[in-house]
């Protein structure tokens, strides 16, 4: 079974602290994917990569920076955390290829900010 | 721009009967693929059907089934005989096949079963 594991389930940080979310996967995927989620807008993509060191904005990339040194190791990274980036964080990893990819997620991180 | 719209914010449904959640899509490329997934309120996404554009027939998956019309461009889900753990909120999502792997999500359907 395909794991992607987020560091964190609750997170609690203050106003203007540097935030580090980790994902993990174990399926050597070349794709991964951050996420927000907020009730009544679905799931907003933050960054992704398609491979080590490679990284392309979403559609909601003010704020955030990401890092992946190694294929199986996807960081958001919030550089001044504000109380409007509390939110629900999604990390999701796939093949790269056409077709028929599923993204496979973790459980996901509720951040709070304050 | 491609987009998916859920326009069904909140359902509800008795138990073991059918349920269809709407999802509807917009895209100019005519190769795509589109994913429903389920989100319990523990929060972990799960995937559960998938339907691809040239896909002949409708893709079903246990009791999950997609009711997929091209020229109308809806992907609409079926779950029958509901149970009580089917509550959740489930996402359409859709995929081009020119990009590298990203998903586009609908808003979301909140489905409630009653006993």
């Known amino acids: 079974d395909v794991k992607v594991t987020q560091s964190s389930r609750y997170l609690v940080k203050r106003t203007g602290e540097k935030v580090f979310l980790e994902c993990v996967q174990d399926?050597?995927?070349?794709?991964m994917f951050w996420y927000r989620q907020d009730p009544g807008l679905g799931l907003r993509l933050i960054y992704f990569?398609?491979?080590?060191?490679?990284?392309e904005k979403g559609d909601i990339p003010e704020g955030y920076s990401v890092s992946r040194e190694k294929k199986e190791r996807f960081s958001l990274i919030l550089e001044s955390a504000s109380t409007n980036q509390t939110s629900m964080y999604l990390c999701?990893?796939?093949?790269?290829?056409?077709?028929?990819?599923?993204?496979?997620f973790g459980d996901g991180t509720r951040l709070s900010i304050l | 721009a491609q987009k998916i719209t859920q326009t069904q914010p909140g359902m509800f449904v008795q138990e073991k009967e059918a349920v269809t959640l709407d999802c509807t899509y917009d895209?100019?490329?005519?190769?795509?693929?589109l994913f429903w997934y389920k989100q319990p309120s523990s929060g972990e996404m799960i995937f559960l059907i998938y339907?691809?554009?040239?896909?002949?027939q409708n893709a079903t998956e246990g009791r999950y089934s997609l009711n997929f019309q091209k020229a109308r461009k809806s992907a609409n889900l079926v779950i029958s005989a509901s149970q009580l753990g089917d509550s959740a909120m489930y996402f359409c999502?859709?995929?081009?096949?020119?990009?590298?792997?990203?998903?586009?999500f609908g808003q979301g359907t909140t489905l409630q079963v009653k006993p």
């Open positions: 895209t100019s490329d005519p190769s795509y693929g």
């Open positions: 399926m050597d995927h070349e794709n």
């Open positions: 999701a990893s796939s093949f790269l290829g056409q077709g028929f990819q599923p993204q496979h």
């Open positions: 999502a859709m995929r081009e096949y020119s990009n590298t792997g990203k998903l586009i």
């Open positions: 339907q691809g554009s040239y896909d002949q």
């Open positions: 990569s398609y491979d080590v060191k490679m990284k």
